[in-house]
């Protein structure tokens, strides 16, 4: 409990050195926590997220964050022409896709 709370010593009294670990150790233990709990798993789905925007192909019916279910019709660098309904296309960003549905999900809708 050292690296907690000092001990209190009288002035002028010969005050043991501290080691450097014992000072970093803590920060280190905490970062490494942090780093596989929270920060490995973000980039992992960041990295799969990437993937499964760029494999967006014509004819996959996808989810949008907004909750929208529809077919892509067109495919651009940065923009999707996706039919929602009958006569009705909107152009999306492909950042707004979070899910690519197994294909008649539209339908059944």
Do not use: C, Y
Request: aromatic letters at 10%.
């Amino acid at each position: 409990m050292e690296f907690l709370i000092s001990d209190a010593w009288a002035q002028g009294a010969a005050q043991p050195q501290q080691s450097p670990l014992g000072f970093f150790l803590p920060m280190i233990i905490l970062f490494v926590a942090f780093w596989f709990l929270l920060i490995r798993p973000q980039q992992k789905r960041q990295k799969q997220h990437r993937e499964l925007v760029s494999n967006i192909q014509p004819g996959d019916e996808v989810l949008t964050s907004g909750g929208l279910i529809g077919i892509v019709r067109e495919t651009s660098d940065q923009f999707l022409t996706v039919d929602f309904a009958d006569n009705v296309q909107l152009k999306v960003q492909r950042q707004t896709v979070t899910a690519v549905l197994p294909k008649g999900t539209f339908d059944a809708a």
